[in-house]
């Protein structure tokens, strides 16, 4: 009897993340709003949504100071109202952050978007 072991092709830190398949838990959709965003000491900068999910969203922002990973950030756009959460991850140029909304909030934004 032989075995044989699957083996899952890496992603190469030189392919564009689009090629890669998609393993996020909620499908994101992507948009191109202006809005802006509070940090935790409540300094305010402007900002663009890139995309956004029912989990979160990823914001490109020109702050001189970058935002620390697990910052409490309250973002306002007029289409979508207040978003709030933690940041998640930061790259180059912006952020992605985590919602944290009621079930209410939630299904709204699902039926915005």
Same mark, same amino acid.
């Given at each position: 009897? *032989?075995? /044989?072991? $699957?083996?899952?092709?890496?992603?190469?830190?030189?392919?564009? $993340?689009? +090629?890669?398949a998609d393993?996020?838990?909620?499908?994101?959709v992507h948009?191109?709003?202006? !809005?802006?965003?509070?940090? $935790?000491?409540?300094?305010?900068? @402007?900002?663009?949504?890139?995309?956004i999910s029912? !989990?979160?969203?990823?914001? +490109?922002?020109? @702050?001189?100071?970058?935002?620390?990973?697990?910052?409490?950030?309250?973002?306002?756009?007029?289409?979508? !109202?207040?978003?709030? !959460?933690?940041?998640?991850?930061?790259?180059?140029?912006?952020?992605?952050? /985590?919602?944290?909304?009621?079930?209410?909030?939630?299904?709204?934004?699902?039926? *915005?978007?």
């Amino acid at each position: 009897m *032989t075995t /044989t072991t $699957a083996t899952f092709p890496r992603r190469d830190p030189q392919m564009p $993340a689009r +090629l890669v398949a998609d393993r996020r838990r909620y499908r994101r959709v992507h948009v191109d709003l202006l !809005g802006r965003f509070m940090r $935790a000491d409540k300094q305010e900068f @402007s900002c663009r949504m890139y995309d956004i999910s029912i !989990g979160g969203c990823a914001l +490109l922002t020109q @702050s001189p100071v970058p935002v620390e990973q697990g910052e409490k950030v309250i973002a306002y756009f007029d289409q979508l !109202g207040r978003l709030e !959460g933690p940041v998640a991850r930061t790259f180059d140029g912006g952020f992605a952050m /985590t919602l944290q909304a009621s079930i209410h909030k939630r299904e709204k934004l699902c039926a *915005t978007l």
